[in-house]
Every structure is written in structure tokens, then in C-alpha cells.
């Protein structure tokens, strides 16, 4: 079957270190992959994607390869804020198939 | 930025009873989804809907569950009798013809006691 994992949470960190929430999937056809974020009181809103090997995806400083070879879509930032505290979900979805398919989120605090 | 919205953001039912989680998609958006999140477990799909039919549906979503799209803008989820385990946040999301990604509603937390 389908399916997501992340690295277990929560995460702490200090302001300006370097994050990596690693996310490695199973996928019988050939996925697009995607990470979400929600931060306090929001919805989930699209971070960033990829949808063929190779791809990198970036927004707002993050960025996260897909790597077929090691079925694998990490999230990474060179220098995190406060306001980047916030849980992160990674999620699939299969070529022509409806649905995304999530991990268990990661739920992420960064200290002043 | 266009928005998914929902309403209630909470709601408290007690068990057996009816409850209808409303949402208003994006007005352009042709697909349309809901999502639970049971506190502490992954977001998981429970169904999709397009051209006013089911198009897909999980094992989660059964007859306890229906949905809806009364008058071309709100889409509905119905629980007929809810049960202490249906306590969770659900997330109502759209998506257009074309986009790879999905935007989502902020969700309504259920709580059923």
C-alpha cells in the first residue's frame, strides 16, 4: 500500500539552527509529494512539492528533494525562526488517484 | 487569497446524535474533499467528491457518513449517529482541474461526549 512516515516529534530548536524533518514514503505507482504546514488555530496549507524524481521543491526557505532512490522527501531549513513553529505534515499522492495520503506530522518549536 | 471555509471551527454533540460539518470551497475548485485528524494520528481521507457524485471513498466513510453539495457553493459531510471514537478535527480542502495541490478549510473540531 501507500503510505507516509516522518521522523518521530515534537522537535525543539533554537532560532537560526538548521532543521531537517525527514519523510520517507511507500508508493506503488509513482507519487507526487508534498509538504504541508499548520500553524495555531490554521489549516493545512501547501508548503512546497515535487512531482517527479529529482524535483526540489522551496518555499519561504525550505526546500525538500525527492529522491526515488532512497524513496525519500526531506524538509530542511538553513536558519529557522519563531514563526516557523508550527506542525509539518508530509503527504503523497499517486498519479491519478484522488486522495493524499499523510504522515503523522511533525510538530516543530523554535525558541528565541 | 481565496479561502476554504468552514463552520463550526467546534462543535459539541452528544453520541447518537446528527451532526452536519459545512464548508464553502473555492468558488472556481471542481474537486472536493474531507479529511479527519483523530488527536495525536495522522490526517487521513474519507472522501472525494466531483460532478456532484463520490468519486472515491475510504473504509472509514461508511454508512454512518454522507455528503453533499445542496446549492453549488456549500459541501456538506453528515454524520446520521455519532459515536464517541468520530471526536476528531475534520478538514474540508478543494482543489481546480489542474493543481497538484490542495487548499484547506482551518477544520472543525468535533467532540462527541
Known amino acids: 500500500g501507500n503510505s507516509v512516515t516522518q521522523m518521530e516529534g515534537p522537535v525543539t530548536l533554537s532560532e537560526e539552527a538548521f532543521l531537517t524533518i525527514n519523510c520517507t514514503y511507500t508508493a506503488t505507482g509513482y507519487p507526487s509529494l508534498f509538504w504541508y504546514v499548520q500553524y495555531p488555530g490554521e489549516g493545512l496549507q501547501l508548503l512546497l512539492k515535487?512531482?517527479?524524481?529529482?524535483d526540489k521543491g522551496s518555499n519561504k526557505g525550505f526546500e525538500a528533494t525527492y529522491r526515488k532512490e532512497t524513496t525519500s522527501f526531506h524538509l530542511e531549513k538553513g536558519s529557522v525562526q519563531v514563526s516557523d513553529s508550527a506542525v509539518y505534515f508530509c503527504?503523497?499522492?499517486?498519479?491519478?488517484?484522488?486522495?493524499?495520503?499523510f504522515g503523522q506530522g511533525t510538530r516543530l518549536t523554535i525558541n528565541p | 487569497e481565496p479561502e476554504v471555509t468552514q463552520t463550526p471551527s467546534h462543535q459539541v454533540t452528544q453520541m447518537g446524535q446528527e451532526v452536519i460539518l459545512r464548508c464553502v470551497p473555492i468558488?472556481?475548485?471542481?474537486?472536493f474533499y474531507w479529511y479527519r485528524q483523530i488527536l495525536g494520528q495522522k490526517v487521513e481521507f474519507l472522501v472525494s467528491?466531483?460532478?456532484?457524485?463520490?468519486?472515491?471513498k475510504s473504509e472509514i466513510f461508511d454508512d454512518q457518513f454522507s455528503v453533499e453539495r445542496p446549492d453549488g457553493s456549500n459541501f456538506t459531510l453528515k454524520i446520521r449517529s455519532t459515536k464517541l471514537e468520530d471526536s476528531a478535527m475534520y478538514f474540508c480542502a478543494s482543489r481546480d482541474r489542474e493543481g497538484h495541490g490542495y487548499t484547506f478549510g482551518s477544520g472543525t473540531r468535533l467532540t462527541v461526549v
Open positions: 467528491f466531483y460532478n456532484n457524485e463520490i468519486s472515491e
Open positions: 468558488s472556481n475548485h471542481l474537486y
Open positions: 515535487a512531482t517527479k524524481a529529482d
Open positions: 503527504a503523497l499522492r499517486i498519479q491519478g488517484a484522488q486522495k493524499l495520503v
